[in-house]
Nanobody, 119 residues
Framework: QVQVVESGGGLVQAGGSLGLSCAASGSIFSIKTMGWNRQAPGKQRELVATITRGGNTDYTDSVKGRFTISRDNTKNTVYLQMNSLKPEDTAVYYC?????????????WGQGTQVTVSS
């Protein structure tokens, strides 16, 4: 069983910055791609950013140039630095970690952390 625990988030004014972090339990060699998704009220969950174990990153268009995803493989921890925040970034942010074993791979999710950007 893999546990994924997020921290960070909160309330910030538009134009401000926030940082999120997420730690996944389990063998450091078994956690592959990690990422952040978000879900705003009344909307579907959307992918925000992902990062592979090798450091390859991908971002949804709306956050490119503003958000930065990074990770520490020794700690199975992923970070999301969010700059130039906009009210439309308000959402619950969920971390996910892909865990792979001899039986295959599956994603584990955190409980979510609220990010609120005021105008």
């Amino acid at each position: 069983q893999v546990q994924v625990v997020e921290s960070g988030g909160g309330l910030v004014q538009a134009g401000g910055s926030l940082g999120l972090s997420c730690a996944a339990s389990g063998s450091i060699f078994s956690i592959k791609t990690m990422g952040w998704n978000r879900q705003a009220p009344g909307k579907q969950r959307e992918l925000v950013a992902t990062i592979t174990r090798g450091g390859n990153t991908d971002y949804t268009d709306s956050v490119k140039g503003r958000f930065t995803i990074s990770r520490d493989n020794t700690k199975n921890t992923v970070y999301l630095q969010m700059n130039s925040l906009k009210p439309e970034d308000t959402a619950v942010y969920y971390c996910n970690a892909e865990y792979c074993s001899d039986y295959g791979c599956r994603s584990y999710w955190g409980q979510g952390t609220q990010v609120t950007v005021s105008s």
